[in-house]
């Protein structure tokens, strides 16, 4: 047998032990068939491989535990787990990390009022930074206007943004008063200004609950985006959404299903923000079922289920799954 026959004879065993993984799940058969078609597509963009991205960058916060927000999913608990870069600390945290292997900096932090992230507001130490270090420098950056956008622009190697797809969220949740409309310009201003982008999907962000997702997948088609990162709504103690349920695994798939069918040839990532425990394992399997091709900080269920159906797993080591690796 030739190369290629073998090749076609090694995907089709992986389709068919994929198709036998999917059909003993406890989901609609409707969901079910979507799962067949939409690894079908992953197959035919991303042939057998998957990569597994095992230490994401170390997020810095440009505002130490400050926010001007206090979102209630958050209510600045998260900032309490980043490095604190605010007040001038930046640059010798940056110096540290490049003198420890690392490379690149998630560069993160509460919002302004106006909805961004301010590390535009330290541009010009960004810029030294990044000349001394040659460190990647990704970004959380909220929504940005134009100006912002130009700003970020000179030392910004990829903008994480979270597309929010409902208005009554993006009110409820983060109380802004912003729409939809916002999140799509902020996007547009980045890409023409030349900064990639990797746009996040937040499932459930609506305490557990879809709203908007679909519409904020469609909004990110249009910008042909480098990576798409799926980010999963945790309920976090302390907060007012501490309450809630962990978005539905049927929800969920549903959001993966529809991004990778809508962009079958645009790297899909399943996020480091995630819920843990026995959920964090059988999410890990469905998004697999689904189609994604990355996950950050993969369960052991996702190694298993990888080796069990063939998929071949290529690690990458201290960088972010936002950005395009080539295996």
Known sequence: MSEIGRR???????????????????????????????????LNSFSTNIIFFTKPFTPVSVTGTECELNCKHCE??????????????????????ALRGHRGILLSGGSKTDGSVPSYEVSDEIRRIKDDTHLQISAHT?????????????????????????????????????TVDDYDRTLRFLTENGVPIAPHIIVGLNHGKLDGEFIAIDMVKKYNPNVVVIVIFIPTKGTNCADAHNPLIEDVAKVIIRARQEMPDIPLSLSCVRPGGRYRSRLDECAILCGIDRIAVPSRSAYNLCKDVGLKIHEVDKYCCSYEVIV
Not at 19 to 41: A, G, N, P, R, V
Request: hydrophobic fraction near 40%; include cysteine; charge should be negative.
């Open 142 to 178: 909220g929504i940005v206007t134009e100006e912002q956008a130009k700003q970020l622009s000179p030392w910004l190697n990829m903008a994480l943004v979270d597309c929010i797809g409902s208005d009554a969220t993006i009110s409820g949740i983060l109380g802004l008063p912003n």
């Open 76 to 97: 600045k608990i998260y900032l309490k787990h980043m490095l604190d870069g605010s007040h001038g600390k930046l640059s010798a945290i940056a110096q540290n990390l």
């Open 8 to 42: 076609l004879e090694n995907v089709d065993m992986i389709r068919k032990r994929v198709l036998e993984k999917i059909d003993e799940l406890d989901l609609s058969e409707t969901t079910k068939e979507e799962m067949s078609k939409s690894f079908k597509s992953r």
